[in-house]
């Protein structure tokens, strides 16, 4: 499909059926399957969402991104009011980045019988690190990428949906909620975007200060080095990379931990290993949390 500067905004589940059917009629061909790639997002969209919606691009005949910010995913009704909403830039990322049609529904389309009462539970996955602290934040988030991606589902062409690698427990929770429910999509992973100083990009950096940003940068810096001893054969001392970062001004870890990347259970990571193992960071920020990760083998 041609990209359009501005993508195709439909705001329910009748007109987003409607609209991608059509297109999948244009591009069907023979006896090639055309493809749909859905990328979720919640809005305040930057680079590292054009990369998810430009591999999409890359690979399917039909794209759509959906905008919608889940209230079921946050326990702070403040940090819900707070998160950005900017359609109208957003609706030019994705234009821009070849975005066939965007689905922004209300509150109500989604949960049409108000809160929902079945949801989808992240398990003991769910429960660890991000799901420690934030806790009920990956069972809203998976039952709402659940509706999702049944929403956007096509009849008689090929489906895929893309997330970033940043979020990696999100990534390893949605791919196994659709293993275990078969829902017939595959899971893209796409590479963390960082930004030329090398923090990794997120909807909340724009909350951060000058000194504070300089600051964080202190996270990325110590997953590096853990990287770099790790493909060198050193022990990681993961004691020293916690007491760097929280000895930088106004970073307050929330945790440092090298992880297996399926289940996320912590792994003792020798300088020999060759299982993957995935090392995993969170802290504070001012009043920003910033979450970011790096594989300790492979690409990064």
Known sequence: MPTQATPLLVSTAGELREATSALLEDVGTGDRRASLGLV??????????AALAGTARRTDDVVVASIFV????????????????????DLRLLGESGVDVVFAPTLEEMYPGGEPLVRVSAGTVGEVLEGAARPGHFDGMLTVVAKLLNLARPTTADYRAYFGQKDAQQL??????????????????????????GLALSSRNRFLSVAERRAALVLPRVLQELRERSLDGLPLDLAAGRARIGAADGVELDYLDVVDPLSFDAVVHAADA???ALAVAAARVGAVRLIDNIALSGPA
Do not use: S
Request: glycine fraction near 10%; avoid cysteine; proline fraction near 10%.
């Open 40 to 49: 979720p997002t919640m809005g305040g969209l930057h680079a590292g969402h």
């Open 70 to 89: 889940n209230p079921l995913q946050f326990g702070d009704r403040a940090d819900l009011e707070r998160y950005p909403r900017t359609l109208d830039a």
């Open 172 to 197: 390893a929770l949605i791919r196994r909620m659709v293993l275990d429910l078969n829902i017939p999509a595959g899971i893209e992973g796409v590479p963390i975007v960082r930004d030329t100083d």
């Open 274 to 276: 060759t299982a993957p």
